[in-house]
């Protein structure tokens, strides 16, 4: 069911990929640590290839269509789309210039998605990465929305209003889109996180503004790590120079004046 790359095709998906993780990953990791990262990769990659191969049996037994069972299903790509999930939720507001197009940060993996979408209409080829790319920018959305935890506040997922399942949607779908979310939140994922060392629940309905404060700080966070990674650039390049830094400009400047006395 799941086609190993073979071709040079494959290999340049294999590279994108590749180029993609890097990039993303280097956005997540200073503020998720690298085991945590890890951590997410195993588990969206895992819990997507489920949902495929689940959906593409139940497919057949409903069409008994044998074209379910033998397409060529693979790629990297429910990965790359969770952490797009990841850099919404921590970076919402982060705007980014796609060709002359400035788009917010928390828009991204849902411009992924219809973009999809459209795209398997007219391209046969690309229906076998439609349901990895879908899968996996839900998959990563449970994840972070009611699994992963958070060391500062004891807690697991984000509660926040912010990061809601309708966040992914115009404005004008969420009144649709609320009533529908939370029966499937109820269902499947309505367990609420607890804190460390007592056997008291949280959840945004029991402390309001709890979810907007964690999404605050991850969002804090998220700016500071950005804002230290641009920083970091003029400084390599004046090392790279040979040109001190300011400090050390300081420190020479004490030492010619104490000379001259």
Same mark, same amino acid.
């Given at each position: 069911?799941?086609? !190993?790359?073979?071709?040079?095709?494959? +290999?340049? +998906?294999?590279?994108?990929?590749?180029?993609? &993780?890097? $990039?993303l990953g280097k956005v997540? #990791?200073? !503020?998720?640590?690298?085991?945590? &990262? $890890?951590?997410?990769?195993?588990?969206?990659?895992?819990?997507t290839s489920a949902c495929v191969f689940?959906?593409?049996?139940v !497919?057949?037994? =409903?069409?008994?269509?044998?074209?379910? *069972?033998?397409?060529?299903?693979?790629?990297?790509?429910g990965v790359l789309s969770g952490l797009l999930v990841g850099i919404k939720q921590i970076l919402p507001d982060q705007e980014l210039n796609l060709f002359v197009l400035k788009i917010?940060? +928390?828009?991204?993996?849902?411009?992924?998605? /219809?973009?999809?979408?459209?795209?398997?209409? /007219?391209?046969? #080829?690309? =229906?076998s990465y *439609?349901?990895?790319? &879908?899968?996996?920018?839900?998959?990563?959305?449970?994840?972070? %929305?009611? /699994?992963q935890r958070s060391l500062e506040v004891g807690l697991k997922g984000d509660p926040s209003d912010e990061f809601s399942f309708s966040s992914f949607f115009p404005v004008f779908l969420r009144p649709v889109l609320d009533p529908i979310a939370s029966i499937f939140h109820k269902l499947f994922c309505g367990r609420s996180a607890k804190p460390e060392g007592t056997g008291q629940t949280l959840d945004g309905s029991q402390f309001p503004g709890l979810?907007?404060?964690?999404?605050?700080?991850? %969002?804090? %966070?998220?700016?500071?790590?950005l804002?230290?990674? $641009?920083?970091? +650039?003029?400084?390599?390049?004046?090392n790279t120079e040979g040109t001190p830094p300011p400090k050390q400009q300081l420190e020479d400047a004490e030492d010619d004046a104490s000379d001259e006395v």
């Open positions: 069911m799941f086609a !190993l790359p073979a071709d040079q095709t494959s +290999k340049q +998906k294999v590279i994108m990929s590749i180029v993609g &993780l890097l $990039l997540l #990791e200073p !503020l998720w640590g690298a085991k945590e &990262l $890890l951590k997410f990769i195993f588990i969206v990659n895992l819990s689940v959906t593409t049996i !497919l057949y037994y =409903i069409t008994q269509e044998e074209t379910y *069972l033998y397409t060529p299903v693979s790629g990297f790509y917010s940060a +928390k828009w991204i993996p849902s411009i992924v998605a /219809f973009t999809s979408v459209v795209v398997s209409f /007219f391209v046969k #080829e690309s =229906i *439609l349901p990895i790319i &879908l899968f996996g920018i839900y998959m990563s959305w449970i994840y972070l %929305r009611y /699994f979810g907007s404060i964690e999404a605050n700080r991850r %969002r804090e %966070r998220g700016q500071r790590a804002e230290q990674r $641009l920083a970091e +650039k003029p400084a390599a390049v004046r």
